[in-house]
């Protein structure tokens, strides 16, 4: 974020949509006018206008790579612009930086630790010993204050405001490592009031949510709203997820900036999704795919008997069964830390508690001398973590190819006939066009999209799927769900699929296991 120094209690200007009495009775908070980036490569396509006025709290919505998270870069100065600046007027706030008024937090999953650079695939799972350098949230949270301000009564206080108003007391002596995606996102939260700004941007806050959680943090949003002096800017993919305590809403698709509409103005004038997306054409050249060499016979494909998982002093999976036979399709749900993601860091041999465990993958029973590769050959995975795991500077299709050979990251040349595949599965997922772009120029639903083709592209036996529409607009979304029902139809394919949410579920699923949190 750019630490532009700014003046408090500047003369507003008209506003863009407001009649003058609206103007005398409410002053911009941020206004961008006409606004193009210095460097062409962050430019949208028309010059962006923007306004956000005092008690008003905005959505910004539109399709995967539509350009909304380059609005919220250019709104927090991130990318410098041509002739006018962006114009904020904080007041009451005192703070001189944008950098201090502004809190802009997206929602990656920290599992693992703190340090991207350091993170790799497998770590959460590794971290098996836990010891006096574990960091717990409350050390986490008390850094966190220490550095947002001076240790003064009166911030002291406003620390026990946030604790009790997210219920954080019960979470303060839980190591980092330990927390559900739903407790991070409180402490993430948190940390960024600490500061107490004026406006708080989030990122697609609710993916990963149970449905309990999830509530829970739009009320916690709405308290804020309401009791503080905060404007909150939503940047949401999954329109469903608008709460009502948002005023205004801003559509952003094509790299274009729409204007400003009321909530129920966006809600009147929506568009519906069509019931598939899919066209036949790519759905029949899916189903009719020639298989490889070598038939899949083994009847069971995970078979798990009495299995327990602790971490700590906290059991996440206790005394566990379950079988899941060739060519079923599972649902896998459960409240957020209920231990879904770590039953699947079993199926796809992962967790080295594995080897401790009566598990049988493939026919192949765990120990029994078999390796993470004739495991993983079979399998086609994407999860939050894979994504945080692909932090990588190299083009989409490279991405996509390396699931040829499971790796995080291209380290064997994929052949002529390697490419067309992965260029055939970029190209079913709306990704023409994308191949040599870099991963980390697109969007974050663009990227989740080219893991998707990831998972796919070797026509995998096992497709596991933890959370796949994460961060997906309704079109992907719906789209997604196509690509997954055309491809169970194909011969002997098993699947298991993590959702939160029933209305997720493509149509083959033919089994469903829930699990329940053990606390």
Known sequence: ????????????????????????????????????????????????????LDGEHIAIVGPNGGGKSMLADIIVGRHPLLMRDPEYDFSPSTKTMVSENIRYITFRDTYGGDNDKTYYLQQRWNQMEIDGTTPTAGDKLEEAFKLAGDDTPERRKLQQHIYNLFGMQKLLDKYVILLSSGELRKVKVATALFSDPRVLIMDNPFIGLDAGTRDQLKTLLTTLAHERSLQIILILSKTDDIPDFITHVVEVKDMRVGKKMTLQEYRDTRTPVPPHILDDAKARAIVTMPYATGDYNVDEVVRLNRVSIVYGKRTILKDLDWTVRNGEHWALSGQNGAGKSTLLSLVCADNPQSYACDITLFGLKRGSGESIWDIKKHIGYVSPEMHRAYNRNMPAINVVASGLKDSVGLYVKPTGDDIDRCKFWM???????????????????????????????KDPELIV???????????????????????????????IMVSHYREEYPSCIDHEIRLVRHD
Do not use: Y
């Open 1 to 52: 974020m750019d630490n532009t120094t700014i003046s408090n209690g500047t003369t507003a200007q008209k506003p863009l949509q407001e009649s003058d009495n609206e103007t005398e009775s409410k002053r911009f908070i941020i206004r961008i006018r006409d606004g193009v980036c210095r460097m062409p490569k962050w430019r949208m396509a028309e010059p962006v206008n923007f306004e956000s």
């Open 427 to 457: 190209d079913v997922f709306g990704l023409e066009g994308k191949e040599t772009r870099s991963f980390l120029e697109l969007s974050s639903g663009e990227q989740r999209l080219t893991l998707l083709a990831r998972a796919f592209v």
């Open 465 to 495: 799927l933890d959370e796949p529409l994460h961060g997906l607009d309704n079109f992907n979304r719906r789209l997604v769900k196509d690509v997954i029902d055309t491809f169970c139809q194909r011969r002997n394919k098993t699947l």
